[in-house]
């Protein structure tokens, strides 16, 4: 993906998008009380991070992202984010646990997301949360009337083979609570939003949204696809941008079409303190006492039948 002035831009609408859809909320992970120590994997522009520091003043946010925008956000003047370059698909070496882990738009950005989510979950404090959104155009999210034959469905399945030939998929596999209770997680919850496109809503809330999302689509189109198509050798930067042309011209005039955006949210379970008969079962007792040679009767009973 690009990171310019465009990408930036169609990132703070998509930032738009999600807080209606999460009336004004910036998280679905069912958080006790405030976090102290929230990590923002793939930070973009930072808008969630930002966001979030400053709905928490007392947490530090460390947002990362394996590039710098152009306007990046290092101009931010807030004294508990943190932002670092960095690659996610690398070792992380956070020295203190976070809270809240969250992840948002990053499909396609990582060959092996078991491997993130392990390392997700080792740098969560027990009881900690993670939090992952997604809605990439190429996983299949957008349904559109009358697609069968388009050049919408030519470009999802070029950009989809794509991905998979670069062994960066982009799907919403991702997205399956087994791919969370994989690495360990608990108490996994899917939020699956839709999301109007266009302005065939009649309801004033949904018309909103669905003019910031044909926006946000007819912008991705090429910062999407270009480079990844290319890098294939199968296609030259013309065929593509003619696509995007076409796919455009479709996208504008389609009435009745949504996106699937997916929000999955899960916990660091905290270990359960063990009973007394738990550490020290009467089998275990009896063994020792067998082994001190001790044979009285009363004493064993008392041992093995704790109060
Ligand atoms: C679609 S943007 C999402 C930005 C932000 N999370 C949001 O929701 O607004 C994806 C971001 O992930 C970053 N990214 C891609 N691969 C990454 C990696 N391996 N490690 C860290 N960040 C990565 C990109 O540079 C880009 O800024």
Redesign the pocket.
Known sequence: ?P?DEA?QTR??I??QI?LILLDGELLKAPLQKGPSRVL??????????IELAEQYPNAEVVA????V?DNGPSSVDLPNVFFQL?????EWTYHEPFDLI?????????SDWNAIYRQAFHHLKPGGHIEV?DA?IAADIINMPNARNSYFNIFVSALQSAAEAAGYPRNQEHLRPAALTAAGFVSVRVHDLTVPIGVWPEEPRQKTLGKMALIALLEGLEATSLRQLTATGNWTAEAVRDLCEKVKAELVVASGMTARVRIITAKKPIPKTRTWRQRYPPERLREALRRLDIHDEQLQNEIVDPP
């Not at 990362?64 to 590039?67: F, G, M």
């Open positions: 993906m990171n990408e990132l703070n998509i930032h999600y923002d994997i793939g930070t973009g522009p930072g808008d969630w991070a990362t992202d394996i590039s925008f960095e690659d996610a698909e690398g969250h992840i948002r738009g990053l499909s396609g950005a990582f959104a990439d």
